[in-house]
């Protein structure tokens, strides 16, 4: 909120101080290691002597590509918000199981990889193989357009470099996507990311080696990076509510009335916007040994 406020750190006031040093460097080396560390590794500040800079972020990502249980991957359609994608499965931080949802844990990740994991093993076990299915015959110039795609990035005629186009992605989404969001800065974030977006098309990798080549790695992230931005940022400015990490100053409650459902995000490369859609949240349980817990207010 300081930032937000205007009262940040440093020249782009974007940053916090967090003051240690009051601490006896016995105390900071025996019970803080990490932070210290942290501190002089990332930041190049001594704790006993100097303030970290300190700024909210984001770890972990929620969404991803919409699963059920068994981790086959769906895609809604003709009324169907469960119509699988024949063949298709997916588990850990690609994937969206919808476990989590109000959920902000640190161990998010590990049940998404180790539950649905071992669940799209199963799926694989006991029914894909069961069913018998052939692979149909790969067309004869498949992959091409993927080639064709990594080439046009590698050999884009374009004149702005990756980093400058990640560095305004980076200040826009911690500005304005970060831990606390309004109407009028997600507008502004969505603004700024959508031009981000269109200026990827200009973006140049000067690095045209086919071999280990970091800068066009970082390029794909980018684009990978931007579409996920844009996800986060137009599907959250239409949800007026509070729900788990989106958490908003202008609309705190929660609104299961309109708002109890996933939303779904479909890039429109052309206009670099998203269609959204939605799914209802599924609230039964799959057998009868136990009790459907209805949502509660998070109270502390």
Known sequence: MEILAGRGCGPKKDHVHLQLHHLPTE????????ITESARTFAGVDVTKEAIPIVPTVHYTMGGVPTLW?????????????SIVPGLLAAGECACASVHGANRLGANSLLDIVVFGKSCANTVVFNLTKEGRSQPELPAHSGEKSIADLDRIL????DIPMARVRERMKEAMANYAAVFRTEDNMAKGLAEITECYKDFSH????DKSPVWNSNLIETLELR?????????LQGGLVRRESRGAHARDD?????DVNWMKHTLTYLDD???KMNLKYRRVHQETLTNEVESVPPAKRVY
């Open 270 to 272: 052309s206009e670099a």
């Open 155 to 158: 050999h884009n005629k374009g």
């Open 70 to 82: 068994t981790g086959e991957v769906v895609n809604p359609r003709d009324g169907d918000d469960d």
């Open 27 to 34: 105390q900071l080396q025996s019970k803080l290691p990490g």
């Open 251 to 255: 609309y705190q409650d929660r609104d």
């Open 203 to 206: 973006v140049v990798v000067h």
């Open 224 to 232: 990978n990076m931007l579409t996920n931005a844009l996800s986060v």
